[in-house]
């Protein structure tokens, strides 16, 4: 049997129940921001030693940021810490094949440290790596950004920058065979594959 002829049906099947980057920043930025300002944000503890499940979706609070409207997640870092870094694992969303680059969103981190009085020490956007060895482990494909963490800094809030949706990580394929809902799809070893940069997140976060 010949699965190369089923595969346009099954994607077009996926890709309609599929939000596109366009759709998911449209339906970001009507909603309405949650607070005033960051000294208003739910600041949940960060575990110093534990990775941290993260999600940016459609239920997440949004804020104003300086660089645009964003979904965010805030966290109070440990009081006592030796950590000098922060990692963010993003995990590819939707399906993992060769697929138009609206199925495969990654969450691409914007990341802000603040001080006690809830004032920006630094704020930096990264289009993460793709991950090697131990971290490359899973289902997903994951990939990793760090930052630097200010000797000053008391929170850290994870949101996006609106302006670099789009912008793409790419992971290349080791070839083999895997089934995408229904249809066979058979990788190309060295075939690049597209992850654009948006609102949403499926990541996990850990301090180093």
Known sequence: MKVWKFLPLAFAI??????????????????????????????????????????????????????????????????????????????????????????????????????????????????PSVARGALATGILPSFLAEFEIPTSAVYV???TNPAGYGRLATRYTSGGAYMVGSALVIERGGEPIYHPCGPIANAEISLL
């Not at 980057?21 to 503890?45: M, N, R, T």
């Not at 922060?86 to 802000?112: H, I, N």
């Open 14 to 127: 996926f890709i309609s129940g599929c939000a596109s980057i366009a759709d998911l920043s449209a339906k970001q930025e009507a909603k309405a921001s949650c607070c005033k300002s960051p000294a208003d944000f739910k600041y949940e503890p960060l575990s110093p030693v534990a990775l941290t499940p993260m999600s940016l979706s459609e239920d997440s609070p949004v804020y104003v940021f300086s660089n645009g409207k964003s979904y965010f997640k805030a966290h109070a870092l440990p009081q006592q810490r030796t950590a000098t870094k922060l990692r963010v694992r993003s995990f590819a969303t939707g399906s993992t094949a060769f697929e138009p680059q609206k199925l495969s969103q990654l969450y691409c981190p914007q990341v802000s440290f603040l001080n006690s009085n809830f004032e920006t020490l630094v704020s930096n956007d990264k289009v």
């Open 157 to 159: 809030v994870l949101h």
